[in-house]
């Protein structure tokens, strides 16, 4: 897979707010359904294969591949390689089939607390492309219009793909029935997070908690294929630590993200015995320990990163830079960082004993050597038996594959109704 570079826009003037009528908001479907069109559906993503072979890989008999197959066909999101067939084969020619990867695109949108990523997909969850935009310091429905906007912008640049879904990723406390988001570090409350980009984009609309979606990835992107060190994913349970301006935690279980009523817990105030204040009024919670901001303040203070006003403001890459070319206050800040990411990583895999640990973000991702620093961390942490502890699959890109999956999520669990809701909303 081809990872095209973000471009960077500046932010269109601030709008008024969009006020319309309710458009729909659809919950994502972060799990693995039995739906029988979904299943052929995803066997296709991996490439051409022949219906005898996706029997065998769905667990589906002939005639319900070749039902779903037909449909899949009729409906454009499947097409077939007839230019794959054996040449002088006796008998009815077999002819493989895989997902149309031309035609459609769904929209994936992560709101981060300083960057949002916008981002276009095809069928087989490949990113085409996209763009990153500073995250409005606006109010909340102003801001959220911005970025609806931005999005519109730049789906618009591809005209020859029909848009399917829009999948909205962000932390805070989602609540994916409603499209509506507290975001306290953006000060959102009660945001109309999916209701505005539904109006503004007239698509359907998913939004998710965005570590869960990052799991969920893992999941929906990934399954059935190798990850770099040759394991392949296998039923069980996941755990989903990820860390990089905010941090989170996300579990699946059998197939499925695991989403709590009451939306998903939270891992930012674990106590890391450090003495940085957290603006709960206590010392030494864990985002406001290693969090991008409060690490990069850090490093100014103690004159590691230079000091610069806006609008070249330092940024975390100076200080990885800094390490890398051989600064030991620099080394020490990131290894301390990567000691209370291990640490912390060992307290939650202890407390849920998943049957494998993942690593994402750049917390984790953006120093190497402090990748195995928190490896070791790990290690001498935990107190139970060696884990299977992998880094994701995404490296650096886990925010736009959130956003990718929350805008395939609802097709790939039963992508015939999809297509339907689709094409009503438009």
């Given at each position: 897979?081809?990872?095209?570079t973000?471009?960077?826009?500046?932010?269109?003037?601030?709008?008024r707010?969009?006020?319309?009528?309710?458009?729909?908001?659809?919950?994502?479907?972060?799990?693995?359904?039995?739906?029988?069109?979904?299943?052929?559906l995803r066997?296709?993503?991996?490439g051409?294969?022949?219906?005898?072979?996706?029997?065998?890989?769905?667990?589906?008999?002939?005639?319900?591949?070749?039902?779903?197959?037909?449909?899949?066909?009729s409906?454009?999101?499947?097409?077939?390689?007839?230019?794959?067939?054996?040449?002088?084969?006796?008998?009815?020619?077999?002819?493989?089939?895989?997902?149309?990867?031309?035609r459609?695109?769904?929209?994936?949108?992560?709101i981060?607390?300083?960057?949002?990523?916008i981002?276009?997909?095809?069928?087989?969850?490949?990113?085409?492309?996209?763009?990153?935009?500073?995250?409005?310091?606006?109010a909340?429905?102003?801001?959220?219009?911005?970025?609806?906007?931005?999005?519109?912008?730049f789906?618009?640049?591809?005209?020859?793909r029909?848009?399917?879904?829009?999948?909205?990723?962000?932390?805070?406390?989602?609540?994916?029935?409603?499209?509506?988001?507290?975001?306290?570090?953006?000060?959102?409350?009660?945001?109309?997070?999916?209701?505005?980009?539904?109006?503004?984009?007239?698509?359907p609309?998913?939004?998710?908690?965005?570590?869960?979606?990052?799991?969920?990835?893992?999941?929906?992107l990934?399954?059935?294929?190798p990850?770099?060190?040759?394991?392949?994913?296998?039923?069980?349970?996941?755990?989903?630590?990820?860390?990089?301006e905010?941090?989170?935690?996300?579990?699946?279980?059998?197939?499925?993200v695991?989403?709590?009523?009451?939306?998903?817990?939270?891992?930012?105030?674990?106590p890391?015995?450090s003495?940085?204040?957290?603006s709960?009024?206590?010392?030494?919670?864990?985002?406001?320990?290693?969090?991008?901001?409060?690490?990069?303040?850090?490093?100014?203070?103690?004159?590691?990163?230079?000091?610069?006003?806006?609008?070249?403001?330092?940024?975390?890459?100076?200080?990885?830079k800094?390490?890398?070319?051989?600064?030991?206050p620099?080394?020490?800040?990131?290894?301390?960082?990567?000691?209370i990411?291990?640490?912390?990583a060992?307290?939650?895999?202890?407390?849920?004993?998943?049957d494998?640990?993942?690593?994402g973000?750049q917390?984790?991702t953006?120093?190497?050597?402090?990748?195995?620093?928190?490896?070791?961390?790990?290690?001498?942490?935990?107190?139970?038996?060696?884990?299977?502890?992998?880094?994701?699959?995404?490296g650096?890109?886990?925010?736009?594959?959130?956003?990718?999956?929350?805008?395939?999520?609802?097709?790939?669990?039963?992508?015939l109704?999809?297509?339907r809701?689709?094409?009503?909303?438009?």
């Amino acid at each position: 897979m081809t990872s095209p570079t973000l471009e960077r826009q500046s932010s269109p003037s601030r709008p008024r707010p969009v006020r319309s009528v309710p458009r729909p908001v659809v919950p994502p479907e972060l799990r693995i359904t039995d739906n029988p069109a979904a299943a052929v559906l995803r066997a296709a993503t991996r490439g051409p294969i022949f219906r005898d072979n996706a029997a065998q890989t769905t667990g589906l008999s002939i005639a319900t591949v070749n039902r779903q197959v037909s449909a899949l066909l009729s409906s454009g999101l499947l097409r077939e390689r007839a230019d794959l067939t054996a040449s002088g084969a006796v008998g009815r020619p077999r002819v493989p089939f895989e997902v149309e990867t031309d035609r459609f695109a769904t929209l994936g949108v992560h709101i981060g607390a300083n960057l949002t990523r916008i981002v276009a997909a095809d069928l087989s969850g490949r990113i085409l492309g996209g763009l990153e935009i500073a995250t409005p310091q606006a109010a909340q429905d102003a801001a959220i219009t911005i970025i609806a906007r931005s999005a519109k912008a730049f789906l618009d640049r591809l005209p020859r793909r029909r848009p399917l879904w829009v999948g909205v990723a962000l932390a805070g406390r989602v609540d994916p029935v409603a499209g509506v988001v507290d975001h306290p570090r953006l000060d959102w409350q009660s945001a109309p997070v999916g209701p505005i980009f539904a109006t503004v984009l007239d698509l359907p609309v998913s939004v998710a908690a965005h570590v869960e979606a990052m799991a969920a990835a893992e999941l929906l992107l990934t399954t059935g294929t190798p990850d770099r060190s040759g394991a392949q994913d296998r039923p069980g349970s996941s755990l989903y630590i990820y860390g990089r301006e905010t941090v989170g935690v996300a579990v699946t279980l059998h197939d499925r993200v695991y989403t709590p009523a009451n939306g998903p817990g939270s891992i930012a105030h674990l106590p890391t015995g450090s003495d940085i204040d957290c603006s709960c009024g206590r010392r030494g919670c864990l985002e406001a320990t290693v969090g991008e901001a409060a690490v990069l303040a850090r490093a100014v203070r103690a004159g590691i990163v230079p000091k610069r006003e806006a609008p070249r403001k330092p940024v975390i890459a100076e200080l990885y830079k800094a390490a890398e070319q051989g600064s030991a206050p620099a080394r020490d800040m990131l290894f301390e960082r990567a000691e209370i990411l291990g640490n912390t990583a060992a307290l939650v895999r202890d407390m849920f004993n998943p049957d494998r640990v993942v690593l994402g973000g750049q917390a984790f991702t953006g120093y190497r050597p402090g990748l195995e620093r928190v490896v070791q961390a790990f290690g001498r942490a935990t107190t139970l038996a060696p884990a299977d502890l992998r880094i994701s699959r995404f490296g650096g890109r886990v925010q736009e594959h959130a956003a990718a999956v929350t805008s395939l999520s609802v097709c790939y669990a039963d992508p015939l109704s999809a297509l339907r809701r689709a094409t009503r909303s438009r």
